[in-house]
């Protein structure tokens, strides 16, 4: 079974291309605003505003599934 499945699934892997050498090699719990914000540092500096939401669209799907399957407990994490 693929990662990504459905009409968008060639889309949402590009994106998670970027996302995984930043953030995938850490722990649920440790990602917060300040490894969000150095996330979208890494990103090309063309991509526009909607283009970054995209990726950070990926980024709070992990962590809506991860609160909704009681892998871990709800925090409030500022995105600006």
């Known amino acids: 079974m693929a990662p990504f499945e459905g009409p968008r699934q060639g889309c949402y892997e590009h994106v998670w291309k970027r996302i995984k050498p930043e953030l995938g090699h850490l722990y649920i719990e440790e990602v917060g605003t300040s490894a969000l914000d ?5 990103l090309p500096k063309h991509l526009g505003p909607k283009s970054i939401n995209q990726h950070l669209i990926v980024v709070r ?5 991860m609160w909704t399957t009681a892998f871990t407990v709800p925090v409030e994490v500022r995105v600006t």
């Open 38 to 42: 150095s996330f979208k540092q890494t």
């Open 61 to 65: 799907a992990v962590f809506r599934f």
